[in-house]
């Protein structure tokens, strides 16, 4: 529609146009009046060009230059021809037939002979593409239209889908009705010059064999039996359906309509083509000429498609040992692209090539004026080619296909231009009645001079191999002439291919086809033979076409009742030309009977009588031509407004066939007979010809047609196909592979360096004392770990870690006889083991044979030394033997799980689990029973270090045989006294534990050492005097003060006041629960307590909580000023309460596993909401492509061809879009500052883009490697398919007809498949160098291969740029990512990095280091804000975030950096003092500041801050800043500051305790409340806190400070219970609307204060905001 409203529109401009000239016309005096047809041109004598033609693609200019012309299309040109010989000859030896046809002459001055003073009508040119020869209706008649129908559609579905689906098969059809005996000839004598003659006229008119595209099979059943299966392994026979109309087939008012490709109008389109484009791609630009092949010597032939024009170029099918296609430029240009079919149809394109050249040298000649350019002289051809072309069609060609009489001729003359008539093929024209012609064509054509002699075949005339025996036959087959037709042409030149053609009788009218065309038609490489009579079927059904009774009816011919009627003449013997056993036997059986289910083409073929077509086919061929003449404007009869004047017809009516054979070529007059469209007896060559062949050539005296063969179009691709997968595995395992030995390397380096360090360090050591680096196996399934192993000092082998600063094990060998060494003599003899009895074996891996060796002689020589005594036994054990019988630490730690659940179960009386122990006689109840625990394992179970004064005392206690091991029994007696003991037997076990010698008195040293040992549970140091006031107070309060000794008695009254307490306390192993005491003890908790069920341990806990809280914080609160600088009084209020909450643990397997999930919900409860939207997104956007290709474009070609791999291979692309899209914005660091500032923090966890990062990452990897799989797979199915179907699917991929693109075309030649490779290798190395075990061992390379990102994602824009499969749309995903990210990108770019140096560094315990550099002077910031930083020797590029601790107003910046990962411990390295020396300390870059919630805490009057583990680094910052602000009077709306800081141990982070203690001697205004909860505590020995929180009291009571951090901070032991807390901050703020709530730490801590802030804000009262992040 919306060409034609294009075309209207062109249409009406011109008509406008010509209305303009004619109303200048009218006001020059000197123009004459001509015709008034609104489609002519008024001229004037001599200056009259040849009128502009209207088509709207191929409008010739009447003033073109030959400048002009040779810009169009000089590519083509090639060469003048000057002569031409066959029109001279013709001119001399045939004067009065030149005469005769002479174009009236003039005086020289008008064009066309006619005198300079006569007014001359010029029509315009016809067009080249049909369109706009019907001014009515421009699209009449155009290319590219749909055929029209003249008998209804029968679609199944009245749509689209073909007919005849219950119809036979269309072999069985073609082998029951159409096979015979070939060889009788014409009955009416006709040629096999009329056949093929009329095999051009179809390809004039008619052009729909192209497929549609999409490719849509319809595919033909191949019979059991059919010779096709002994040669091709197929089921079927490939079937394309034609292409069609895209505006047709969407319901039964519109079914679909093919196309016509070229123009139904005899236009010459098979001469010049049916665009413009390729009529100048023929031309040779000079003489109006076509071009010639003169450059190479053949001035006679059209020139070779150098250029590679697009005709049609099926593959020889003669050539079966070759199986390839050629190329196209072995053809002769002609305006019918499939003109060099076979060499027949060649001749006559030959033909007509040299028919234009005589018109155009004729025309040359006549114009005496010289005024006649090229374009004017190829017009003027080009007009008269088609005039004659027409009449020679019509008035020759068409009487005697069909054998029209003088009255039938009489009857159907042409009466004048119909306008109203349309032209356009019909479908049953195309596939049903023209097709008649094929039971004429003969198996083959023999050659003859002009001497009636015939030519032989020769090796030259085919490339049919010779088994087929082609050589010295009297004719060149048809089957095997097919697309190689310029073989035999060049031979013995198209004059004998013409008057060959003129001597032979075509087949006889029947129902016979020859095996050429029934059988042994061309087809594609996979199929070369084809059965065109199934074809045919196929076709009629493919377009729908009706049943045959359907037809007659539409045409108002009787319908046939019987099999018989279809034929009246079958018993006719003069008239008959196929007998009637075929009608009732052969098509009745082959259709069952039913004859309203006969196809037209069977149905019609079988009318033919021995006049030609029968009555069907004889009226649809009819009725087309009369349409074609009688619509076509340009019609050379036309008296009104046609091309020809009456003298200039009268010259055409003059030209007969016989006459362009003499005047187009070599043939003389007498060479060939007038009539080459009859051969009749007494003609030129008859006799010859009967004695050669009997007039028609058998099939028996030809070549056999090669044999079918098939193809895979995969061949050619298995090796790329096969390697380029490879390679891209392989590619992936070498990035592991070279990320394991740059990892390898490094570790190697640092190994390397740390050896000459430990070396070094051995020089300066001891003897005694000697370190050897290996590796320890721990495993199966374990990883192994490095380790350093110390031979002393004394009686012991320590392993340490690799830096050998921290203990791993000890072995005592003051408790041990003898030890086994089991040394490894295979596997490159690196391995030993080390057995030690009652412990588990020290595996150890070396890394040379020569360092075993070494560690085997010196702890040889260890063991032996008279001080050690060790005895010792040396073996050799093969490696697989040793690893098999080692006992690692994994299965010692099941043994002791083991040990301590049956000692648990027989103390407290419990069941037996069976797991452990089934019954006392198992092998498992004697390892069990004989295990014994050594003081490493007894240290560990109670968590605590081996040489610990507390462990020393409890294990000396406990192992009462003095084996320097405690057995079971040893275990399970002590167990029982806390099981089952009162408080006077656990305090007598207290006793007997630090009365040292035994002497029944405990002095008050062993007491003071007793509480020192207690301290080393929090890692606490105690000034002496401290301590000296602790032990004072509890004397004192005992009425102890001048006792320096206390019995058993006396410690019992110490602690008379805390046996509630005790008894209670019982002995928490790591790992176990204690079962509930057999006791209870009643408990009063106080306000504010919140009571939860739980274990005995649990509630010892909250006695103490009690004991601390009802008794320390009020006697704490009351006292004065003691110790605390300045004499500050905290004010402690009885509103404000902060207790702690104990929730009872989980007993059986299944509460551990739903706890944890329940905690884990809890925890991520918003991470897991965004994940699970995010993933609902990209399953939509996966499934929405997926969906559009599996059934919306399920029926698309690509989809046809691949399945269900172009579903999924295009839904993970969209996916594959969309996440990496989206990894941008997670990268969008500014964004995400600004907007974890506003209340969308709340809703959703910006803290979380990082990991939502990697998540995405993981998504994007998983769909790219299915996207890069199922493309290896659609690949291999795009590789496997025929060159047509892809130049369809792939348009925007050219390819010549003569290649066959392999998969490496597609993978590596094309942009799509290119970038895709590129993109595959990227992500590896991206991947792979993103991993954690990579940014722990080689970050650099990750930052580096992680910057990247740019190429990856131009490759990913040029990726869809190709294409390939479907238009590129990755922008839609991609173009808002990438705006905000460039955005964010150019706002860290225009912040100032600034290059700061340090002026100070510090290394402080717990692996922190302490930086202070210079503040850079535009730099402001918030406290509570973080930077990026980068170490100017660790590189620049490699940036790190961390917290500032500095205050805003403060001179300087500062971070506490701990060492936990690769970067944090090279920086510990770089400002090492020891690195350092005297050099300068490296320069940092800063990139920042970022914000955090945590900034707005001065906005509220009342904040909360509470910190948990490392969580707390923001608050430095803050707490500075509040000081700040309280002391310098800076007026800001907070009043009230409550930090709370819950952690493990406070010995990870002295310097905030530095920085809390800061602000306590600064804090004037008592602004900030302190509340300090220690949770490591109660994973410990219950007896012994119990006894440290009792002197925590007693200290408290005189120094207003913690015994455990030296602040005046209160501090709590477990979790704050925040709900009451809360709870009290309403009552002591009631006039407060807002409290600001800042919590930072691990998720579950705030999710908790999240909780408690909800459960707060549901009443009335105080609104609770709370903003928080997470480390």
């Known amino acids: 529609m919306r060409l034609y409203i294009k075309h209207i529109v062109f249409f009406g401009f011109l008509v406008t146009c010509s209305l303009l000239s004619n109303a200048q016309t009218l006001q020059d005096p000197t123009t004459k009046t001509g015709t008034t047809d609104s489609y002519t041109t008024v001229v004037q004598g001599s200056t009259a060009t040849p009128p502009a033609t209207t088509s709207a693609q191929s409008t010739q200019s009447n003033v073109t230059t030959r400048n002009d012309v040779t810009t169009q299309s000089d590519a083509t040109t090639q060469g003048d021809v000057t002569t031409k010989s066959g029109v001279v000859t013709t001119e001399s030896r045939s004067t009065t037939k030149q005469t005769e046809i002479t174009t009236k002459q003039g005086d020289g001055e008008d064009d066309h002979g006619y005198d300079s003073?006569?007014?001359?009508?010029?029509?315009?040119?016809?067009?080249?593409?049909?369109?706009?020869?019907?001014?009515?209706?421009?699209?009449?008649?155009?290319?590219?239209?749909?055929?029209?129908?003249?008998?209804?559609?029968?679609?199944?579905?009245?749509?689209?889908?073909?007919?005849?689906?219950?119809?036979?098969?269309?072999?069985?059809?073609?082998?029951?009705?159409?096979?015979?005996?070939?060889?009788?000839?014409?009955?009416?004598?006709?040629?096999?010059?009329?056949?093929?003659f009329g095999q051009q006229v179809v390809e004039e008119i008619l052009d729909a064999q192209r497929a549609g595209c999409p490719p849509e099979y319809f595919n033909i059943k191949i019979p059991s039996g059919h010779r096709y299966r002994k040669y091709i392994p197929l089921d079927e026979m490939p079937f394309l359906r034609s292409r069609y109309d895209m505006n047709t087939g969407f319901n039964p008012s519109v079914p679909r309509e093919q196309l016509n490709e070229i123009t139904p109008w005899i236009d010459g389109g098979l001469v010049y083509g049916t665009t413009k484009a390729w009529a100048d791609a023929l031309r040779s630009f000079k003489d109006g000429k076509l071009a010639s092949n003169e450059d190479r010597g053949e001035p006679q032939f059209p020139s070779e498609n150098i250029i590679g024009l697009p005709m049609a170029n099926p593959p020889p099918p003669a050539e079966s040992d070759q199986h390839t296609l050629r190329d196209v430029t072995r053809f002769f240009k002609l305006g019918n692209p499939r003109g060099d079919e076979n060499p027949y149809l060649l001749s006559f394109g030959i033909l007509w090539f040299r028919w234009h050249n005589y018109w155009a040298d004729r025309i040359k000649r006549e114009d005496t004026t010289g005024k006649m350019n090229d374009e004017m002289i190829f017009n003027e051809a080009r007009k008269w080619v088609i005039g004659t072309y027409q009449k020679l069609v019509w008035y020759e060609w068409l009487p005697a296909f069909l054998n029209m009489d003088e009255a039938e001729m009489e009857e159907n003359a042409y009466d004048g231009y119909k306008p109203y008539i349309h032209p356009q093929v019909s479908h049953i024209f195309q596939s049903a009645a023209m097709r008649f012609g094929h039971t004429l064509v003969v198996p083959g054509v023999a050659r003859r001079d002009k001497d009636c002699d015939f030519f032989r075949t020769t090796k030259d005339s085919s490339f049919t191999p010779e088994k087929y025996k082609p050589i010295g036959r009297i004719g060149t087959r048809t089957c095997n002439s097919f697309w190689n037709p310029q073989l035999p042409i060049r031979e013995t030149g198209m004059e004998s291919y013409l008057m060959g053609m003129a001597s032979q009788h075509c087949e006889r009218e029947d129902n016979i086809i020859l095996e050429d065309l029934r059988g042994n038609v061309f087809g594609r490489l996979d199929f070369s033979r084809r059965d065109l009579m199934a074809i045919n079927i196929q076709r009629g059904r493919d377009h729908g076409l009706p049943d045959y009774n359907t037809a007659r009816r539409a045409y108002g011919l009787k319908a046939r009742k019987t099999f018989e009627e279809i034929n009246p003449y079958c018993n006719n013997t003069q008239e008959a030309a196929i007998p009637c056993s075929i009608l009732t036997e052969n098509l009745a059986n082959v259709y069952n009977g039913d004859i309203n289910k006969v196809d037209i083409w069977p149905g019609g073929l079988l009318e033919t009588t021995k006049n030609g077509p029968g009555e069907l086919f004889r009226t649809v061929i009819l009725d087309q031509f009369r349409r074609i003449r009688d619509g076509d404007r340009f019609w050379f009869e036309n008296d009104v407004g046609g091309p020809f004047t009456k003298e200039e017809q009268e010259i055409i009516w003059n030209i007969t066939i016989h006459d362009v054979l003499i005047l187009a070529t070599d043939i003389n007059e007498g060479d060939i007979q007038k009539d080459p469209f009859h051969f009749y007896e007494g003609e030129k060559c008859y006799?010859?010809?009967?004695?050669?062949?009997?007039?028609?050539?058998?099939?028996?005296?030809?070549?056999?047609?090669?044999?079918?063969?098939?193809?895979?179009?995969?061949?050619?691709?298995?090796?790329?196909?096969?390697?380029?997968?490879?390679?891209?595995?392989?590619?992936?395992?070498?990035?592991?592979?070279?990320?394991?030995?740059?990892?390898?390397?490094?570790?190697?380096?640092?190994?390397?360096?740390?050896?000459?360090?430990?070396?070094?360090?051995?020089?300066?050591?001891?003897?005694?004392?000697?370190?050897?680096?290996?590796?320890?196996?721990?495993?199966?399934?374990?990883?192994?770990?490095?380790?350093?192993?110390?031979?002393?000092?004394?009686?012991?082998?320590?392993?340490?870690?690799?830096?050998?600063?921290?203990?791993?094990?000890?072995?005592?060998?003051?408790?041990?006889?003898?030890?086994?060494?089991?040394?490894?003599?295979?596997?490159?003899?690196?391995?030993?083991?080390?057995?030690?009895?009652?412990?588990?074996?020290?595996?150890?891996?070396?890394?040379?044979?020569?360092?075993?060796?070494?560690?085997?002689?010196?702890?040889?020589?260890?063991l032996t030394d008279p001080a050690i005594g060790v005895g010792r036994e040396r073996r050799e054990v093969h490696q697989a033997e040793m690893l098999r019988m080692a006992n690692t630490k994994v299965q010692r730690q099941k043994t002791l799980e083991r040990f301590f659940r049956v000692a648990f179960a027989q103390a407290f009386k419990l069941d037996v689990d069976p797991d452990d122990i089934t019954e006392f006689k198992s092998e498992i109840a004697k390892d069990v029973l004989t295990c014994e625990l050594t003081k490493q394992e007894f240290a560990e179970a109670l968590s605590m270090k081996s040489d610990s004064v507390f462990v020393d005392q409890m294990f000396d206690l406990v192992d009462k045989d003095n084996s320097g091991t405690v057995s079971f029994r040893e275990f399970l007696d002590i167990i029982v006294i806390f099981a089952r003991g009162n408080p006077d037997d656990k305090l007598e076990l207290m006793f007997n534990m630090y009365d040292v010698d035994h002497s029944g008195m405990l002095t008050r040293e062993e007491f003071k050492k007793m509480l020192k040992s207690m301290m080393e549970v929090v890692s606490a140091d105690l000034e002496p005097s401290q301590l000296e006031q602790v032990v004072q107070t509890m004397f004192s309060s005992a009425g102890f003060e001048s006792k320096n000794e206390l019995s058993l008695e006396d410690f019992n009254q110490l602690m008379g006041e805390h046996k509630e307490e005790l008894s209670n306390a019982s002995l928490q192993i790591q790992g176990q629960e204690a079962a509930p005491v057999q006791q209870e003890t009643k408990t009063h908790a106080p306000r504010g307590t919140v009571i939860h069920r739980g274990n005995a341990p649990s509630r010892a806990k909250k006695t103490i909580i009690r004991a601390y809280a009802n008794k320390g914080q009020g006697e704490g609160s009351g006292n004065k000023g003691g110790g605390v600088k300045g004499g500050i009084q905290r004010r402690q209020t009885r509103s404000v309460q902060i207790e702690t909450v104990q929730a009872a643990y989980p007993k059986t397997d299944s509460e551990k596993v739903f706890g944890q999930l329940k905690r884990f919900i809890e925890n991520e409860r918003l991470k897991i909401f965004w994940l699970v939207l995010y993933t609902l997104v990209l399953a939509a956007v996966f499934a929405e492509r997926a969906y559009y290709y599996s059934i919306e474009r399920e029926f698309a070609g690509l989809r046809r061809i691949a399945g269900y791999g172009v579903t999924v291979t295009r839904g993970a692309a969209s996916a594959m879009m969309f996440t990496f899209s989206s990894l941008l914005v997670t990268m969008c660091r500014n964004l995400i500052t600004r907007l974890r500032e506003t209340f969308l923090h709340r809703f959703i966890p910006f803290d979380s883009a990082l990991a939502m990062h990697k998540i995405i990452a993981l998504y994007a990897l998983f769909f790219s490697v299915m996207h890069t799989i199922g493309h290896g797979i659609n690949f291999y199915h795009i590789a496997s398919q025929p060159p047509n179907d892809l130049t369809c699917l792939f348009r925007d991929f050219f390819h010549r007809s003569h290649v066959l693109p392999k998969f490496h075309y597609w993978c590596w030649q094309t942009i799509t498949g290119f970038t895709g490779v590129l993109l595959v290798l990227l992500a590896c190395v991206m991947y792979v160098f993103a991993t954690q075990y990579a940014r722990r061992n080689v970050f650099n390379l990750f930052w580096l291969t992680h910057n990247m990102y740019v190429i990856f994602y131009i490759l990913m824009v040029l990726h869809g740029s190709g294409r390939l499969v479907q238009p590129p749309f990755f922008w839609f995903f991609f173009l808002g990512p990438a705006i905000l990210f460039t955005l964010d990108k150019l706002v860290s770019i225009s912040r100032k990095k600034a290059e700061i140096a340090v002026f100070k560094a510090e290394l402080l315990p717990s692996d922190v280091t302490a930086l202070t550099f210079k503040r850079p002077t535009s730099f402001e910031y918030k406290s509570g804000q973080w930077v990026r930083v980068a170490c100017k020797t660790l590189g620049s590029g490699e940036y790190?975030?961390?917290?500032?601790?500095?205050?805003?107003?403060?001179?300087?910046?500062?971070?506490?950096?701990?060492?936990?990962?690769?970067?944090?411990?090279?920086?510990?390295?770089?400002?090492?003092?020891?690195?350092?020396?005297?050099?300068?300390?490296?320069?940092?870059?800063?990139?920042?500041?970022?914000?955090?919630?945590?900034?707005?805490?001065?906005?509220?009057?009342?904040?909360?801050?509470?910190?948990?583990?490392?969580?707390?680094?923001?608050?430095?910052?803050?707490?500075?800043?509040?000081?700040?602000?309280?002391?310098?009077?800076?007026?800001?709306?907070?009043?009230?500051?409550?930090?709370?800081?819950?952690?493990?141990?406070?010995?990870?982070?002295?310097?905030?305790?530095?920085?809390?203690?800061?602000?306590?001697?600064?804090?004037?205004?008592?602004?900030?409340?302190?509340?300090?909860?220690?949770?490591?505590?109660?994973?410990?020995?219950?007896?012994?806190?119990?006894?440290?929180?009792?002197?925590?009291?007693?200290?408290?009571?005189?120094?207003?400070?913690?015994?455990?951090?030296?602040?005046?901070?209160?501090?709590?032991?477990?979790?704050?219970?925040?709900?009451?807390?809360?709870?009290?901050?309403?009552?002591?703020?009631?006039?407060?609307?807002?409290?600001?709530?800042?919590?930072?730490?691990?998720?579950?801590?705030?999710?908790?204060?999240?909780?408690?802030?909800?459960?707060?804000?549901?009443?009335?009262?105080?609104?609770?905001?709370?903003?928080?992040?997470?480390?």
């Open 117 to 196: 003073e006569e007014e001359e009508y010029i029509a315009e040119y016809e067009g080249y593409d049909g369109w706009y020869n019907n001014l009515a209706h421009p699209d009449w008649g155009g290319a590219e239209m749909a055929l029209t129908r003249r008998v209804p559609p029968a679609y199944v579905d009245g749509v689209y889908n073909p007919s005849g689906a219950d119809r036979p098969n269309p072999f069985d059809i073609s082998d029951a009705t159409m096979k015979g005996e070939t060889g009788s000839g014409s009955l009416l004598k006709r040629t096999a010059f009329m056949t093929f």
């Open 687 to 862: 006799d010859e010809a009967v004695e050669a062949f009997n007039l028609t050539i058998s099939e028996h005296e030809l070549d056999n047609c090669t044999d079918p063969y098939t193809f895979d179009y995969f061949k050619g691709s298995e090796v790329s196909f096969v390697l380029t997968f490879l390679a891209a595995g392989v590619w992936a395992i070498g990035c592991v592979v070279l990320l394991y030995v740059l990892s390898r390397n490094r570790r190697k380096m640092i190994n390397e360096s740390r050896k000459a360090q430990r070396r070094k360090s051995r020089k300066s050591a001891k003897e005694t004392t000697r370190l050897y680096s290996t590796r320890e196996w721990c495993g199966d399934g374990q990883s192994e770990r490095p380790i350093a192993v110390r031979l002393g000092p004394g009686k012991s082998i320590t392993v340490l870690n690799d830096r050998g600063n921290k203990t791993y094990r000890t072995i005592d060998l003051a408790i041990h006889q003898k030890i086994t060494l089991l040394v490894c003599p295979d596997q490159r003899r690196k391995m030993m083991t080390i057995v030690i009895e009652k412990e588990y074996d020290l595996v150890m891996k070396f890394d040379t044979e020569e360092e075993r060796n070494a560690f085997i002689s010196d702890i040889e020589s260890f």
């Open 1440 to 1671: 790190h975030p961390f917290t500032l601790t500095s205050a805003p107003h403060e001179d300087h910046l500062s971070l506490h950096i701990r060492a936990v990962g690769p970067w944090t411990t090279n920086i510990r390295h770089t400002y090492d003092p020891n690195t350092v020396r005297e050099h300068p300390y490296p320069k940092l870059y800063i990139d920042g500041p970022y914000g955090e919630g945590h900034q707005d805490w001065y906005q509220f009057e009342v904040a909360v801050l509470v910190g948990g583990g490392i969580g707390v680094t923001p608050f430095a910052s803050i707490l500075k800043d509040i000081v700040n602000k309280a002391s310098s009077n800076t007026r800001f709306p907070c009043k009230k500051v409550y930090f709370i800081w819950v952690t493990r141990t406070q010995k990870h982070y002295e310097w905030l305790c530095d920085i809390i203690r800061e602000v306590e001697e600064k804090d004037t205004t008592d602004l900030v409340s302190t509340h300090i909860f220690i949770t490591q505590f109660y994973q410990k020995f219950d007896l012994r806190t119990t006894m440290l929180y009792i002197c925590e009291r007693h200290f408290q009571k005189i120094a207003n400070r913690s015994l455990f951090t030296g602040l005046q901070s209160t501090t709590h032991f477990g979790r704050p219970d925040l709900p009451s807390f809360f709870n009290s901050l309403q009552d002591e703020h009631p006039d407060v609307s807002k409290i600001g709530v800042f919590s930072c730490g691990p998720p579950g801590m705030t999710n908790g204060v999240e909780s408690a802030c909800v459960e707060m804000n549901k009443f009335d009262g105080a609104a609770f905001i709370h903003h928080f992040e997470n480390f």
